[in-house]
C-alpha cells in the first residue's frame, strides 16, 4: 500500500483541504503502526483489527469525536484500497460511528461584538485593524481566507469579495455596510502608507492587508492583535477569529437566516458541517411558530 498515491488521490479527485490531508496520513500511519505490532500489513486487516484498533483508542482516552475521524478515515483508506484492487473486502463495513456528545457554541453577543468593534482607534494601524474585523464578522470567512485575500479579491464598488475557499474553490462574499465602509477607508487612508512600493499598489496579486514591513499579514500577527482588542475588551481569552466567524453564523441564524444559505456563505462543501447550528435553527423555527401561528 503506497500511503503517498492514496493521499494524492484525496487531494486530486477529493479536493480534500491540507488540514485534512495530514490527518488522513497520521491516521493511516497510526493504524498501520498499530497492525504491524501484530506482525499485519494493511491488506490484511480484518473487521475484528479494526474494531481492536478502535477500542485500545476509547482506552486512551481518545474523545469519540477522534475516534470517529479515525475510523472516517480509515473508510476512506479501504474504499480506495478496493477501488484500486488492493483487497476484496472493506474491515471498516458494519462498524457503527460512536455517537459524539453535542458540542455547545461558542459565541459573542451582539453587544460584546459592538464593543469590540469600537476599540480600534484612527491610527493607520487602527483603520487597518478595524477593517479585518469588520470582515471577519460581516463574512464569517475563515482566518487562513482573510490573510490570503488580494487587492484584485475586493469589489469596493460592488460590495463584495471573491474568497478562495477552503479547497482553492472561490466563493462570492457579501460585503455589508460596515465592513465596506471600514474597507474603503483603511485603502484610502492606511493601506497606501502601509505599501512601502509605491508601484502598482492596486495590481490585483498584491496582498489586500499589509502588516508594518508592506508584506502580507500572517496569522500570527492577526492572533497578536485579536490577543490586544480581546484584552481591551475585558474579554481576555475569549477573541479569535474563529468565535467570529461562529458569532456571524449564529447572529445570522437569530435573525433569521436559512441553514442553506449560511452554508453557502461561510464555505462549507456539506450540511454535515452545519449540525452544530441546527439546534439553533430548530430553536429559532419554534419561536416563530409560537408568536406568528394562530393556534401556537
Request: charged residues 30%; positive net charge.
Amino acid at each position: 500500500m503506497n500511503l503517498r498515491a492514496f493521499l494524492n488521490y484525496l487531494e486530486t479527485e477529493k479536493k480534500v483541504s491540507e488540514n485534512t490531508l495530514m490527518a488522513y496520513g497520521r491516521d493511516v500511519r497510526a493504524f498501520e503502526k498499530y497492525l504491524s505490532s501484530a506482525g499485519l500489513t494493511l491488506e490484511e486487516a480484518t473487521n475484528t483489527h479494526v474494531l481492536g484498533y478502535m477500542m485500545d483508542l476509547n482506552k486512551s482516552g481518545r474523545s469519540r469525536a477522534t475516534t470517529n475521524r479515525k475510523l472516517a478515515s480509515l473508510r476512506a483508506l479501504y474504499s480506495y484500497m478496493i477501488k484500486k484492487g488492493m483487497v476484496t473486502d472493506d474491515p471498516t463495513e458494519g462498524i457503527k460511528t460512536p455517537r459524539v456528545e453535542r458540542k455547545t457554541i461558542d459565541y459573542l453577543t451582539v453587544e460584546e461584538v459592538e464593543k469590540l468593534l469600537s476599540l480600534p482607534d484612527d491610527s493607520i494601524k487602527g483603520k487597518r485593524d478595524k477593517a479585518m474585523l469588520e470582515v471577519l464578522y460581516g463574512t464569517g470567512i475563515r482566518v487562513m481566507e482573510l490573510i490570503e485575500l488580494n487587492y484584485g479579491d475586493l469589489n469596493s464598488m460592488m460590495g463584495y469579495l471573491q474568497c478562495s475557499g477552503k479547497h482553492g474553490r472561490p466563493r462570492i462574499v457579501p460585503l455589508g455596510s460596515y465592513a465596506r465602509a471600514a474597507m474603503n477607508e483603511y485603502l484610502r487612508e492606511s493601506r497606501a502608507a502601509l505599501l512601502k512600493d509605491e508601484e502598482n499598489k492596486e495590481a490585483p496579486d498584491r496582498p489586500l492587508f499589509l502588516n508594518y514591513l508592506g508584506e502580507r499579514f500572517t496569522r500570527q500577527g492577526l492572533w497578536k492583535v485579536l490577543v490586544q482588542y480581546g484584552k481591551e475588551a475585558k474579554m481576555e481569552g475569549r477573541i479569535s477569529a474563529h468565535i467570529l466567524r461562529t458569532s456571524f453564523a449564529v447572529h445570522m441564524i437569530q435573525n433569521g437566516a436559512d441553514l442553506k444559505t449560511l452554508q453557502d456563505l461561510m464555505g462549507y462543501d456539506d450540511m454535515q458541517a452545519m449540525q452544530v447550528y441546527m439546534e439553533l435553527s430548530k430553536n429559532r423555527i419554534k419561536d416563530v411558530y409560537d408568536k406568528t401561528h394562530p393556534r401556537a
